[in-house]
């Protein structure tokens, strides 16, 4: 069974931090419970996770937690995290910088048909969504994994046009394209982390994982 990785928000005021509940309106589909307020949540084996955990995190989390949390989110937290969990984090929210996130990129890879693979050129640009559907392919869905490391070689430039055409048609490579970061994790993005983008105070704010 998969894991489930949630972002929880709290605020901090005068008598120190809180669950942020007075901005709960922000969030596409706030889960408020036992008095904590979980912007999004996504399975461990998706997109966040490398966006946030690992050693090419893009934006990397702080390891542990707080020794400061308010009440609840104590309680909540660490009735789910063992001492040492890897996904036990936290962040405060300008560090995010989430303004930013329609201009900053990522390299993302993944298999296609052969004959689709000259559409995404030197992988270096969006992926070619249209002229799929130019080809027949009404509903295109990209089996995406993701490469952070930008020294490696692009996949796709290590197929030279002939390699390509000598393949049977059905043959599978991989090619890679680009997608900013609020592309890349759509689903969180849309949930919850674009409504604290314009948020007053923002640094009064951080986010703490959680796990379910």
């Keep these: 069974m998969s894991t489930d990785i949630n972002l929880l928000l709290e605020y901090r005021d005068t008598d120190g931090w809180r669950p942020a509940l007075h901005v709960a309106d922000r969030v596409e589909d706030p889960r408020v419970r036992i008095g904590i307020l979980n912007i999004c949540w996504w399975s461990v084996r998706s997109r966040p996770t490398s966006l946030f955990f690992g050693d090419n995190a893009v934006i990397p989390f702080n390891a542990g937690l707080p020794n400061d949390l308010s009440p609840r989110v104590y309680d909540y937290v660490r009735a789910n995290f063992e001492d040492g969990d890897r996904y036990a984090a936290w962040i405060p929210l300008p560090d995010l910088d989430l303004s930013s996130w329609h201009r900053h990129t990522v390299i993302v890879g993944g298999p296609v048909q ?99």
């Design 114 to 212: 052969v004959q689709y693979a000259h559409l995404f050129g030197d992988g270096r640009q969006p992926p070619p969504i249209a002229q799929l559907i130019e080809f027949g392919i009404t509903d295109p869905v990209l089996e995406r994994v993701t490469d952070w490391r930008n020294e490696r070689k692009l996949e796709f430039a290590e197929h030279r046009p002939h390699d390509l055409q000598q393949r049977p048609s059905d043959s599978i490579v991989n090619v890679t394209w680009i997608e900013s970061l609020d592309q890349f994790v759509a689903g969180i993005w849309r949930e919850g982390l674009c409504g604290l983008v314009d948020i007053e105070s923002p640094e009064r704010y951080r986010i703490i994982t959680s796990i379910g």
